[in-house]
């Protein structure tokens, strides 16, 4: 099982929060600051970014293997859309390995969102 991180479209709520069925929400969390949020035309793509403050808000989630390789293909890892890597969280997660997608391309020119998805 892997710790997942997901921030935006994956959450409770949202629109492609079925490619979690079956797998266990571990709580809400935060990342530590130097993380932000941008709208990518509908969706969220997170990014490194020196000088934050706030981190960003999400939740955690315990994904076998097989959701994972699903969500690594809906994140377009392959194509180098986003690319899973470990990510620092605030407590309670701050002492374990979670992973997150960050987003790879150009976003200079798209709007901050900053540390929440609402979308």
Do not use: I
Request: with cysteine.
């Amino acid at each position: 099982m892997t710790l997942v991180f997901v921030y935006g479209t994956l959450k409770r709520g949202s629109s492609n929060h079925s490619h979690l069925a079956g797998q266990e929400f571990m709580g809400t969390a935060r990342t530590v600051p130097g993380y932000t949020l941008f709208n990518l035309d509908g969706y969220p793509g997170m990014v490194r970014q020196e000088g934050d403050l706030d981190g960003v808000k999400g939740e955690v989630w315990s994904v076998d293997d097989a959701c994972l390789a699903a969500l690594d293909e809906l994140e377009g890892v392959s194509e180098g859309l986003y690319r899973r890597e470990a990510v620092p969280l605030a407590a309670p997660f701050a002492e374990r390995s979670v992973e997150a997608y960050l987003y790879l391309r150009e976003f200079h020119a798209s709007r901050k969102v900053g540390a929440e998805w609402f979308g």
